[in-house]
């Protein structure tokens, strides 16, 4: 059976349309005192496939909440599918004193699941802090799907090289283009600073490619730094489509043509589902 947190259940509904699984009940409830209780009322199943994006600090407790509550329940094998894994950017202690926080939320998922599964992370490494089998699924390819079949010369262009896989995956899915990248320079948790590099752009649509887009901050630079190099439509397209805050309206006001995400969050711009790519690694 499939069991869904709060913030994965289209998806969930996607996933068990594509397995053929059943759906379980979940009800989520919140204390007086804030706390939460996941509970999964019927569940009738040797396996378990929990679906919880954990973009909360509240949805990594719901998703410990779910592993407990379907052992309970008498599931014999649970594997946990984390579509958009939280806290796996800060997979490094990047100054002194700072957790790897990425290992400390993989360390206390790992006793609840047997096998795991998780959508274009940051860094694909952060698999290695779970103890139990963790792979990667890549969505990316799928990110080409909704993009215009009349796009002008199109390049394919991530905000970092860290990233250019992403837009190798999306231009090889679209079947034609160019691939490049800028360089970027984070200045804080919402600033940054886009080198454009000399991209040949000029009169060109372009597909900005990125794994996350969380502030905004990363492609509204970008878009603006694209803008003054002479690009015609610029098209927003991530695996993970945060767009925390202020994010969409910020890009809106760059002039990006538009935005295009994955289902692994669940949001406006969420046009393309990952569920085809997660019943394939199941
Ligand atoms: C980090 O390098 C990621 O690949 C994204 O570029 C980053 O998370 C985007 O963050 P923001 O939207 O806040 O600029």
Redesign the pocket.
């Known amino acids: 059976m499939i069991v869904s947190g709060s913030s994965s259940q289209s998806l969930s509904a996607a996933l068990a349309a594509a397995t053929d699984a059943d759906l379980a009940p979940v009800s989520f409830e919140r204390f007086p005192d804030g706390e939460l209780m996941a509970q999964v009322p019927y569940f009738d199943a040797d396996e378990a496939v929990i679906v919880a994006s954990t973009d909360s600090s509240d949805a990594h407790v719901e998703l410990l909440q779910l592993q407990d509550a379907v052992r309970e329940a008498g599931a014999d094998h649970v594997t946990t599918v984390i579509p958009y894994m939280g806290y796996a ?1 800060q997979d490094a202690a990047f100054e002194p004193g700072q957790p790897v926080s990425a290992r400390a939320m993989a360390k206390a998922l790992s006793p609840g699941t047997d096998r795991v599964l998780t959508v274009n992370p ?1 860094e694909p490494s952060i698999t290695d802090h779970f103890d139990v089998p963790a792979e990667t699924v890549d969505a990316a390819a799928q990110l080409a799907d909704p993009l215009p079949a009349d796009l002008t010369e199109p390049v394919f262009l991530s ?2 090289e ?2 250019v896989d992403i837009a190798e995956t999306v231009q090889t899915a679209y079947g034609r283009g160019r691939v490049d990248y800028f360089e ?1 320079t ?1 200045l804080s ?2 600033e ?1 600073e886009i080198e454009p590099r000399d991209a040949d752009v000029d009169g060109r649509d372009v597909v900005l490619t ?10 509204a630079e970008s878009v603006a730094a694209l803008d003054d190099m002479g690009a015609a439509r610029v098209y927003v397209t991530c695996v993970h489509p ?1 767009l925390a805050a202020d ?1 969409t309206t910020k890009l809106a006001r760059a002039g990006v043509e538009a935005i295009y995400g994955t289902d692994t969050l669940e949001r406006a711009a969420s046009t393309v589902s990952v569920a085809p790519a997660i019943a394939d690694a199941l």
């Open positions: 950017r940051h905000p970092d860290g990233a970027k984070r948790g919402s940054v990125d794994d996350i887009v969380a502030t905004g901050s990363t492609m945060m994010a």
